[in-house]
């Protein structure tokens, strides 16, 4: 399926701007199940500076430097993306989860290394004693590692209610395990602490989902937002995606920007601003088939 993205973020200052800087995660990334054919950004003011590159993970990133006084940034990213659907074994086929934990654990190797470092907890996935404890009941010894963490996506998207407004960008996973509320990125972070905890390498995926209107209703334009998701690695078929939020495998309606560590390592856009006072944040989203 080949879907047309765009994704627009204004902002809006109690005072003037006189220089800023920003780090833009808005360009699809690459990766074997998904081809990004275009990618375009759109920004008032004009930046003064805008170099592309990617960043320590291999994601595709834009710094862009606006050295003209302004009350309002409108930062528009339109992309055309074609997304593939993953093969997916057989959860219950998949390897023992102790024996994947230590096998990477004792694993040598430039490809072993870089999967290892997503077993380490991070700021905003901190893997300790209650992300633990809540993760056990799903990994009975022996139990195949896809299996278990399909079982515990299917817990989270059970026992957590999906509520905007209760937490933030900054809500620890202590936190959510005892309110039990919470949105997108808090859930993926919540499973990424529970499969790090086990010894297992987790990573968090930013990007966007393909959402359907209710039965009878039209899709309102913007009206999608940014997702996130995450991934597990079970030897032989790779990084496998998982979405708690939707207790669900992705299967070719998810379009994937960045990956990293947590949210903080693939925010979309982040900065500093000099001036400014407060400001307000204004973001829309729309992800919809292209036309033939």
């Not at 399909?150 to 959510?176: C, K, N, Q, W």
């Not at 509320?181 to 390498?201: E, K, S, T, W, Y």
């Not at 991934?231 to 496998?240: A, E, K, L, R």
């Not at 920007?257 to 900065?271: E, F, K, L």
């Amino acid at each position: 399926m080949i879907y047309e993205v765009t994704h627009n973020t204004t902002f809006e200052y109690t005072q003037s701007v006189s220089i800023s800087h920003h780090l833009l995660h808005l360009a699809p990334r690459p990766n074997p199940h998904q081809i990004c054919h275009r990618h375009a950004l759109f920004i008032e003011p004009a930046p003064a500076v805008t170099e592309n590159s990617t960043d320590y993970f291999g994601n595709p990133t834009s710094y862009i430097t606006i050295e003209e006084a302004h009350d309002v940034l409108s930062i528009a990213s339109r992309s055309t993306v074609e997304v593939l659907s993953p093969v997916v074994g057989d959860p219950g086929l998949s390897p023992g989860w102790e024996q994947v934990a230590k096998g990477i654990e004792e694993a040598l190797g430039e490809e072993m290394l870089e999967i290892s470092q997503f077993r380490f907890e991070s700021p905003q996935a901190v893997s300790d004693g209650p992300a633990r404890e809540y993760a056990l009941p799903s990994f009975p010894a022996d139990r195949p590692i896809l299996e278990a963490a399909v079982d515990l996506m299917d817990r989270i998207y059970t026992e957590f209610a999906y509520e905007g407004g209760v937490t933030d960008i900054s809500t620890p996973v202590d936190t959510l395990l005892n309110e039990r509320r919470g949105v997108c990125q808090d859930f993926a972070h919540l499973q990424i602490a529970c499969l790090r905890a086990m010894g297992l390498p987790a990573r968090y995926v930013s990007g966007y989902i393909m959402t359907h209107p209710p039965e009878g209703k039209e899709k309102l334009v913007g009206a999608d937002a940014s997702h996130a998701w995450l991934s597990v690695w079970v030897p032989g078929d790779g990084w496998t995606d998982l979405d708690p939020t939707n207790n669900q495998i992705p299967s070719g309606e998810h379009i994937t920007v960045a990956w990293g560590r947590d949210y903080a390592d693939v925010s979309p856009i982040n900065g500093l601003v000099i001036g400014g006072g407060k400001h307000e944040i204004d973001v829309s989203v729309n992800v919809a088939p292209k036309p033939d």
